[in-house]
């Protein structure tokens, strides 16, 4: 019954961001974009539930989002693009994740930090490659071979990124549920428990890594294919704060709080820069505390709650 309970939920969520999109046509492009982050974030979810927090996660998203960049001008197939630009960006998280976990806390996190500003540092000084700070604009793509007119692009991308994130969602709540998944939890609470069961906490945690990378690999591919544009930026430390950011809003206790988060991040977003132009990151940061101070659980913990007080009512 709970299982099929959380299928009807995420169909019954998949339906509303549909219907959403219909219904408010210039909500579709944030949506896509919400979506996205939020397959970066859920791979940042991951981490957490080892403790450990990755400050440069937004390596994996830059890296994808160039490797589309630079792939589209020769194969502008998206369903080709996307798979070869995540799992570049799992590749390259297997390389890192070899040496940042060896390392926890606070370490893991710089490192990670330390890696993505490296990253952007080279996007920015080899411009006759990467065009520096002004990026790459790419090419449309196509879909399944289809030419496909702006408006559908839009949809297509839409129903991509709801597609993965439904995907991704569902083989996170499966990892986390499996003998691996919850060896994670047990580096939080005391690893030397796993070592002395003969578990390598390192092995457990770049599992974890490499799929988080890849995750985070398929968010920088939607994005890069829907907003069609790409800049150093995209691996900036801000950017990497951003998820981090979305992570806390939208709460760890499950998998759609990364999703929630990143929704109402962009949304709030979207709608403190057309109100106070000058200020909507103050207005961001208002709400990040309010959260912190008034639901530690993010969205998602504050409406369980609220769930679970009208059942008892």
């Avoid at 020769?74 to 996307?82: F, G, M, S, Y």
């Avoid at 926890?104 to 990253?119: D, K, Q, Y």
């Avoid at 411009?127 to 030419?147: C, E």
Wanted: hydrophobic fraction near 60%; include cysteine; charged fraction near 10%.
């Amino acid at each position: 019954m709970r299982r099929a309970g959380e299928v009807l939920l995420v169909l019954l969520a998949a339906a509303l961001v549909l219907v959403v999109a219909w219904t408010v046509p210039w909500l579709r492009f944030v949506l896509t974009i919400a979506l996205a982050k939020g397959l970066a974030v859920l791979g940042i979810l991951l981490l957490l539930r080892a403790g450990q927090v990755s400050f440069g996660h937004a390596l994996y998203l830059a890296f994808a989002a160039y490797a589309i960049a630079f792939g589209a001008a020769r194969v502008p197939e998206t369903l080709l693009l996307l798979p070869l630009a995540a799992i570049g960006a799992a590749l390259l998280g297997l390389l890192v994740g070899l040496f940042v976990v060896r390392y926890r806390e606070i370490f893991f996190g710089m490192l990670n930090l330390a890696l993505s500003m490296v990253f952007y540092s080279l996007l920015e000084k080899f411009y006759s490659i990467t065009h520096g700070t002004d990026g790459i604009r790419l090419p449309p793509t196509t879909f399944a071979g289809q030419v496909l007119d702006p408006e559908t692009q839009g949809w297509a991308m839409l129903c991509l990124a709801l597609l993965l994130s439904i995907l991704f969602a569902v083989l996170v709540r499966i990892y986390l549920a499996s003998p691996i998944g919850q060896a994670l939890a047990g580096i939080k609470t005391r690893e030397a428990r796993l070592e002395f069961m003969g578990i390598s906490g390192r092995r457990v945690l770049l599992s974890a890594y490499v799929l988080s990378t890849l995750m985070a690999g398929c968010g920088g591919a939607v994005l890069a294919m829907t907003t069609r544009h790409v800049t150093p930026a995209l691996s900036y430390w801000t950017a990497s704060g951003e998820l981090v950011f979305i992570a806390i809003l939208g709460g760890s206790g499950s998998v759609a709080g990364p999703f929630l988060g990143a929704v109402a991040y962009e949304l709030t977003r979207v709608y403190a820069a057309a109100l106070v132009a000058d200020a909507w990151q103050m207005v961001l940061g208002a709400v990040l505390l309010l959260v912190i101070l008034f639901a530690p659980g993010g969205l998602w913990g504050m409406g369980r709650a609220l769930v679970g007080r009208r059942r008892q009512a």
